[in-house]
């Protein structure tokens, strides 16, 4: 393998700490803006609505890790960041996002399927088609504007939930993040049924897996950014963009 393909793989794994979950897509960030907006309104959550802290039974390890990976964003990626938004304009980056977003249709194809949403495989479904047909392989969202094609996303972590298996302790993985254990078996299943897995030679999967990860982190660092300045604790506020983001997910 490469060096440059090395590199392209080491720094994409930076997404999963900015996306606030390990190897999701890129809407976390959506999680990320909201968690943002809460902490400039002075709202730290502590616990999960009910009264219960988060779990994180392992929070000395977890905040050490995190030190490290805050430490990789701030002197590894960002730098890197700087150039790849400076070579690719968001219009690109933009599109790069669709297409690897409407590549990953089967992973929530299978999950919705599996938890027997059928409104949202044919949602799904019908976004994929339009998509690729008329957005030129999924580089354009041409149903971005159409509400009723409009669906939460869904994978193997929701479709645990779905049949009752708890999610574990919180717990932050070095250089690719925030994550729990549920999440990391579900973030295994998904991989293999991403089109991506498909791909040969390695090196060739390696880049654009690492190319996918990247272009996601780049999307996600602004508002990483924001919720580190607003922060009066910068891990809580992450564990809870996590925690907030992943149970809404499940009730969706």
């Known amino acids: 393998m490469s060096k440059r393909i090395l590199i392209l793989v080491c720094v994409a794994l930076a997404v999963f700490m900015l996306q606030g979950c390990a190897g999701k897509k890129t809407a976390p960030s ?4 909201a968690s943002a907006q809460a902490v400039q309104n ?5 616990d999960n609505g009910n009264g219960e802290p988060y779990p994180d039974s392992i929070e000395g390890f977890n905040r050490g890790v995190f030190s490290f990976n805050d430490g990789f964003i701030t002197y590894v990626f960002s730098p890197f960041d700087t150039f790849y938004t400076g070579f690719f304009p968001q219009d690109i980056r933009n599109g790069f996002g669709n297409f690897y977003r409407n590549l990953a249709y089967p992973v929530r194809l299978v999950n919705a399927l599996l938890q027997f949403k059928f409104d949202k495989m044919a949602k799904e ?16 969202n041409v149903t971005r504007n159409m509400p ?6 869904e994978d193997f972590s929701q479709t645990l939930a779905f049949y009752g298996l708890g999610e574990g302790t919180y717990v932050v993985l070095p250089i690719m993040g925030p994550s729990s254990v549920r999440d990391v078996f579900g973030t295994v299943a998904d991989s293999f049924l991403n089109p991506l897995s498909l791909v040969t030679p390695d090196s060739a999967r390696y880049a654009l897996v690492g190319h996918d990860k990247t ?3 780049s999307a996600a660092l602004p508002a990483y950014k924001e919720i580190k300045k607003e922060s009066f604790d910068h891990y809580t506020s992450m564990k809870d963009v996590f925690f907030q983001y992943r149970r809404g997910l499940e009730k969706e």
């Open 30 to 33: 959506m999680a990320a803006d």
């Open 42 to 46: 002075g709202d730290e959550y502590e």
């Open 125 to 140: 479904t019908a976004s994929f088609a339009l998509n690729t047909v008329f957005g030129v392989g999924g580089l354009f």
């Open 148 to 153: 009723a094609l409009q669906a939460s996303p």
């Open 215 to 217: 272009n996601a982190a």
